[in-house]
């Protein structure tokens, strides 16, 4: 009985050492799935849980003890921040460069580029929340270098998270301001370039770099330490441009 108990014991303690806890930028949801499949095809035995959110909220619920390994953010600001309060262990690195595109449900007019937000014909706009998601503070800093941000401030909708601004624009507004990654998910696959999106010229936004950590709870852990390496090998790299990203 005691043989029977001690087995159970030590399968649990296994069973619990072989999963990592992951705090994802919201817009790798598109890509996420592919990586931990590649992933798994050499750590087979690593379950690797997933948290979807703003890099902001992540950030704060990092900071208030949330129980993750490792930190996948949309910018440098937050790990660097993490990092610089020595909740991170690792120094950030850019694991993917990402870049905004502007999708409507609709067939519209894209030759304008950028400047179609301002159309009258444009009444409702998606994006999403600057102070928390850097695809909304890139989207907010095209705007206003491209001059067209004073026009269009009062037709802003704004979003939790950039998957969020992309329900809004498939449902609730005429355009957003969307992650370009987003758009090489198969269930966006309807929606063709020139027809119904467009990228954001790259000269109007700081380059979105992608930054990857370690937190300090995950330290001396193998498995998390995999996986981090994982993200910045050459298979992680190739399928990151599979979904729209520029990488290091």
């Not at 503070?137 to 037709?155: F, S």
């Amino acid at each position: 009985m005691k043989k029977i108990v001690l087995g159970v014991l030590l399968l649990g303690i296994t069973l619990f050492a072989n999963k990592i806890n992951i705090a994802v930028a919201a817009n790798v949801s598109y890509a996420i799935n592919d990586l931990i499949t590649e992933f798994n095809k050499t750590n087979p035995n690593t379950k690797v849980h997933v948290t979807l959110g703003s890099s902001g909220k992540l950030t704060a619920q990092i900071k208030n003890g949330a129980p993750y390994n490792l930190f996948m953010a949309a910018n440098m600001k937050y790990p660097n921040a993490l990092f610089s309060e020595n909740i991170a262990i690792t120094k950030p690195i850019i694991y993917a460069q990402g870049s905004l595109a502007i999708l409507s449900a609709k067939k519209l007019n894209f030759s304008k580029g950028i400047n179609l937000a301002v159309d009258n014909s444009i009444e409702k706009i998606a994006i999403a929340n600057p102070k928390t998601a850097p695809y909304g503070k890139a989207a907010l800093e095209a705007m206003k270098n491209a001059k067209i941000y004073e026009n269009i401030v009062k037709k802003l909708v704004y979003a939790e998270s950039i998957s969020q601004t992309v329900t809004y624009t498939l449902t609730a507004t005429d355009i957003g301001f969307i992650a370009k990654s987003s758009l090489y998910s198969p269930k966006m696959s309807m929606y063709k370039k020139g027809i119904n999106w467009i990228e954001v010229e790259e000269r109007l936004y700081t380059p979105i770099n992608q930054g990857i950590v370690i937190l300090k709870n995950a330290k001396d852990n193998k498995e998390v330490e995999a996986f981090y390496n994982f993200i910045l090998s050459k298979n992680a790299k190739k399928i990151f441009k599979e979904f729209g990203y520029l990488v290091p």
